[in-house]
């Protein structure tokens, strides 16, 4: 299914958990992993799952891989994640490699980052609504309300009206109450 769809998520994670079980069992040497040192089991499963992200990225249409990749890299290899998302962001149009990756950006603790890679790629007529939930969530772990506000705004550009309608009022609250964390407000 990969082969067809590299950004089969729920068919990458899959095949994900079966290749790290396998890793965490048998070492890159072939040799089975003995003992309770899960931080090896755990570099062995990462490393193997960092190895069918790579198979897979090469792929054109391929964004899935490349977001698992940054996901492993982010707190290793800051620019190579960035890289990754960025090209992950550039192959997908609908915005779903874009919410991901600022989710993962988000995730790591670096909402900048998740901004500077959300302003650079979002087209809000084009791209899944959810893409402005991941920016506003962003401005606000960064504390800048005014751009979570901002992001919200641009929203109102979105044609999928009933989407938009179910995402601002959440965002709406999320924001009130990042003012009014604020000192002087």
């Known amino acids: 299914m990969l082969g067809e769809d590299p950004n089969d998520a729920r068919a990458f994670q899959a095949l994900a958990e079966i290749v790290r079980r396998r890793a965490a069992e ?14 090896e089991r755990q570099k062995a499963a990462d490393l193997a799952v960092w190895s069918l992200g790579e198979e897979l990225a090469g792929h054109p249409r391929a964004w899935y891989p490349l977001i698992e990749l940054a996901r492993l890299s982010v707190n290793e290899d800051h ?14 149009q609908t915005g779903a490699a874009l919410v991901e990756g600022l989710q993962v ?26 893409v402005a939930r991941q ?12 751009e979570a506000r901002h ?32 000192p002087g407000t």
């Not at 990754?84 to 192959?91: C, D, G, I, K, V």
């Not at 920016?135 to 309300?145: F, M, N, T, Y």
Request: aromatic content about 2%; proline content about 8%.
């Open 79 to 92: 620019e190579g994640a960035m890289r990754r998302l960025t090209t992950a962001s550039e192959r997908d």
């Open 135 to 146: 920016l506003v969530l962003a401005a606000i772990e960064a504390d800048r309300p005014l």
């Open 151 to 182: 992001h919200l705004d641009a929203l109102d550009l979105h044609p999928d009206k009933d989407a938009v309608a179910v995402l601002k009022p959440q965002l709406l609250r999320a924001i009130a109450q990042a003012e009014q964390s604020i």
């Open 105 to 130: 950006l988000r995730d790591a603790g670096l909402p900048g980052d998740a901004l500077n890679l959300g302003v650079g790629h979002w087209r809000v007529r084009e791209q899944t609504p959810e």
């Open 26 to 39: 048998v070492g890159p040497d072939g040799d089975p992993l003995t003992g309770p040192d899960d931080v």
